[in-house]
């Protein structure tokens, strides 16, 4: 036979001529494959998908650390509202990975499906169900990206790490979804197990280290200080003259810590004994005994997460230590200079002014502690009206918008503002204890109540070395 015979056979015997001269679909995989450049395309946002999140996913470790993220547009706080926020917390803790262990998972998915695809095509072979999986996985990131993208908002916060992220899987749907919609969705059942299965082992091979990844500093701090057991009353601690009184009860809680909250606590001594005392003025109101060993004057600002949680704290301080052992002078240190003359201003409306001038007014009452914890709880919602109205069962409106406005309340704003400032901190809370720069840190404020305020208490012996760059507030 001849070689133009051959070839006529061979086309004869093609799906693609049925007798009845209709096309048949045509089985080359070639035909029916999109371009090689938009494979390699996917590849490489998948590529900087997974390199993007392995450095995120080790800066959250290292912000769990006391180091500041990296966040080079906006307040590194926002990173941390994100990576911290109920959400985030409830996916590491139910599934082991943290957000951006996830973010990992899936670039390396999204890259391993159109790099096998990239071979099958260079080998013509069927792509039908890859196709779908690096669609599937496409679509898998933007529902991700929206569900996150509500979060910060919900946090009124922005994560510029994380906007990388959106946008690199913005674009890789972009291709796949969007610019693939003539492929469809061939064979889904076996697309969802190639991604599926993909998706599985990944998880498994991070599963160790995410587990080991520090959790987020609130909840490792409530956790800590939820174990911790309750300390003998301050009449039945056995006392030395010139030391801290010996308790086991401190020791036992500083070695049940994790590693990464032993070091804090570490980090946290060091700023606390190498820091300069500051001598304060009598505290316009004290919340427990003048003759307590130990005073936390704290200095807040209304919106402020890590004031929140440091609110949250001293309660269950109080719930946990005796009686007399610890006192704290509640100051206000609003982040905006329409009443913190040491800032620039927001804007025109402040809520973070109204509502310190109303914590001023509320001083002496005996349920200000209470009216502070609505103020933090609706936090996320707090207008200039919603502070008044949280304050209408204590005091009466037309009463607190007087005192709101006087000059005796701007005075003592101001002076706040210049007593919080002088010990050098970049952020709030800001929080001195017996006159020295401490943190809010759960677990430090626990401790150095129970050791009397002496930072050098045998129990902190077996701490780790602190880091004297660590970023605590």
Known sequence: M?????????AERSPGNSPGGAAAEPSAPAAAAPSPGSLAALVALGALAALWAAFLWSEL????EGARPFCPIGDESGCAAVWDSAFASAVHGSTGLPIAAWGLVWGVVALALPLLALVRLAEGRPLAALLSSVRIAAGAGLVTVFAMVGV???ERAFCFGCSVTYLVVAGYAGIALFGWQRHGLPEPGRALT?????TLVWFLLLLYPGMRTPRAAGEAEREA????PAAPRSDDAPRSEGAAPADPRLEDF???LAPELKQRLSDSLFIYASSQPVSLPAPRTLLGSPDAPVRVTEFTDVLCDHCAQLHETLESLRQHLPEGSFAVAPREFPLDGNCNPLLPRRGPVSVRCVAARARICMEGHPRATEFAGALYRHQKTLTPDRVLDLAAP???????EACMASAATRGRLEEDAVLGSRFDADGTPIVAVNGRKGTSFGPFLYAIVLARGDARHPAFRGLPSPDPQAHIH
């Open 194 to 198: 190639l991604a599926g299965t993909a």
């Open 225 to 228: 200080l939820a174990r911790a």
């Open 254 to 256: 500083v070695r049940s």
């Open 61 to 64: 470790v290292r912000a769990r």
């Open 394 to 400: 204590y005091k009466g409106r037309a009463e607190m």
């Open 2 to 10: 001849s070689r133009r015979s051959r070839a006529g056979s061979r």
């Open 152 to 154: 910060s908002a919900a």
